[in-house]
């Protein structure tokens, strides 16, 4: 059964919002109407098959509501997808949306333990999955999982070839007559979506949001970097299905009726070739992205142009490959500040140009359109050092679904978000990200902080992407490990970084201890966001190596 939803803000807080015309006040499918009834011809969707006009879209997401319905979704249900990026999985969200139930997209490559982790958790009552990507049949692994879901009434295939056993063929649902079929009228402050944390936690963190939250609160961030109110046409290089993703369908298309550009797997080149062949305004993506595509460039290949921005998220941007991708890209570089709990903040397309000195990264001065940010000192600390970044705004989401505790260890009583980030906040309200609480490093009982690390070794010249985790020690609890991809024909030690950390005055007992070489990219989790534990699974299987060449 779907757990019940609450809304953690105050409803009259809620309505404030609205009446300020921070949000639309409209379901995401009706405000994805507006844009198909105004512009029926234009292109919401390109991907591997092609272009999909907001017509055409509209169509199949009606049909495939219908065939929903007819499956028993209802209003309020729980529709998990986990698709690769493309037009189904954007019907997907459309018809969710339009039957008023609600979304739970999840990347392709979660493994099966996890899908149905999710799926129990939330009460899901259908799944829509991809029949085969990548070598997985992700609708047979869930169909066979069915006994361990008593919720799950429906597993829907979606795939070249016929539907698995257990499961019903998206195509067969995709050729209901949707004639008669009447959209919800959905309160656009319940719940729309579910995002998923990118599963930093024993098991991922799942974040309800509402329609104004999505198309309101995150849909300003994106109005923030459109000059001129120009409809955008945003590559997205991250998973639709991912925390970042959410803002394909709700932002991009229902909010601002613009054109998605669609890519089922992330390598370089592709990325490079869909810039130069689809024009797009914006691109999204995470900076081990714009890294490899960076590298890729360096080995062959034109620089696109015409970008209005390059927006990245998932983890913090150093100077360097900030730099690059301005020279290479020739546009803004925007490292967006923000997480699945409830936060966003950037620097737009202006970016200050000036050095971003100290400790963490700049990112931005907050935008009451999207959240308000403040800083909740820790214990025993002193005025104006770093606290828990706490957020609350027009993007706060409602609730964690299924998970008491953590409205508890993440929600105020007043509706405000614990973020469980480090910041400060400048004189002139601008918000600097210092690292995050549980990613602190304790090294016989002193905190090193990675992403300050991490930040100093990106410009190390033999250094081209970088990611600092702990290490288990028995006498120190943690000793910190650089894990370095160099770049191309360079061979960098760990003297040699210590070296470029003593030349920018960073303390001995914050500098790394173990290096770990990844000669080929650094992993990634489905998400597109480097793959910590992974990393720290390899450093500790390689310790007594590593003792060996520290000493």
């Not at 954007?90 to 609600?102: E, F, I, R």
């Not at 006994?147 to 649902?173: E, F, M």
């Not at 609480?437 to 010249?461: C, M």
């Amino acid at each position: 059964m779907t757990p019940r939803i609450h809304d953690l803000v105050p409803t009259a807080l809620r309505r404030a919002w609205a009446a300020n015309g921070y949000c639309p006040d409209l379901d995401l499918y009706a405000l994805f109407r507006c844009h198909r009834v105004t512009g029926p011809h234009r292109t919401a969707v390109i991907d591997a098959d092609g272009e999909t006009t907001y017509a055409e879209l509209d169509d199949r997401a009606r049909c495939l509501a219908a065939g929903l319905a007819e499956a028993g979704v209802c209003p309020g249900d729980v529709v998990g997808i986990q698709l690769p990026n493309s037009w189904p999985a954007v019907a997907a969200d459309l018809a969710t949306a339009a039957l008023g139930a609600v979304a739970l997209p999840f990347p392709v490559g979660r493994g099966s333990r996890e899908a149905r982790s999710l799926l129990s958790r939330s009460g899901a009552r259908a799944v829509i999955a991809a029949t085969e990507h990548l070598g997985i049949g992700h609708a047979e692994e869930l169909a066979a999982q069915a006994d361990a879901l008593p919720a799950l009434r429906t597993v829907i295939a979606a795939g070249a070839g016929p539907a698995p056993d257990g499961c019903v063929s998206l195509a067969d649902l995709l050729r209901t007559g949707a004639d008669d079929f009447t959209p919800a009228r959905t309160d656009p402050d319940t719940a729309a979506r579910i995002l998923v944390s990118s599963g930093t936690e024993a098991e991922p963190k799942m974040i309800a949001y509402s329609h104004n939250a999505l198309a309101g609160g995150r849909g300003n961030t994106l109005a923030a970097l459109l000059p001129d109110r120009t409809r955008p046409r945003c590559l997205f290089l991250t998973p639709l299905g991912s925390a970042f993703g959410a803002s394909g369908t709700a932002v991009t298309l229902a909010r601002h009726g613009g054109t998605l550009v669609l890519l089922d797997r992330f390598t370089p080149d592709a990325a490079l070739e869909a810039i130069h062949a689809h024009r797009p305004t914006h691109v999204l993506c995470v900076p081990t992205m714009v890294r490899m595509m960076l590298g890729w460039l360096e080995k062959e290949g034109k620089a696109p142009t015409g970008l209005t921005a390059l927006v990245l998220g998932g983890s913090p941007l150093d100077a360097a490959t900030r730099q690059g991708a301005r020279r290479a890209f020739g546009c803004p570089v925007v490292n967006l500040y923000g997480s699945a709990d409830g936060v966003h903040c950037h620097t737009g397309l202006a970016e200050n140009a000036a050095p971003d000195r100290g400790p963490g990264n700049t990112a931005g001065i907050p935008d009451p359109a999207v959240c308000e940010i403040r800083i909740a000192p820790l214990p025993g600390s002193s005025p104006g050092e770093p606290g828990e970044i706490i957020a609350r705004g027009p993007m706060t989401p409602l609730s964690y679904v299924g998970a008491p505790e953590l409205n508890m260890r993440y929600r105020t009583a007043d509706g405000w978000v614990r973020t469980g980030d480090l910041g400060t906040l400048d004189g002139d309200g601008a918000l600097r990200v210092v690292g995050r609480l549980k990613d602190i490093v304790i090294r016989g009982g002193a905190n090193i902080s990675p992403a300050e690390i991490e930040g100093e070794l990106s410009s190390h010249p033999d250094v081209r992407d970088v990611i600092c985790v702990g290490a288990p020690d028995p006498l120190m609890g943690e000793r910190l490990a650089a894990c370095v991809v160099p770049k191309h024909g360079c061979r960098p030690t760990l003297k040699s970084l210590c070296a470029h950390l003593d030349a920018r005055g960073v303390e001995r007992r914050k500098q790394p201890e173990h290096l770990l070489l990844v000669d080929e990219e650094l992993p990634l989790t489905p998400a597109g966001k480097p793959d910590r534990a992974a990393l720290r699974a390899r450093v500790a299987a390689r310790l007594p190596i590593d003792h060996a060449q520290a000493g």
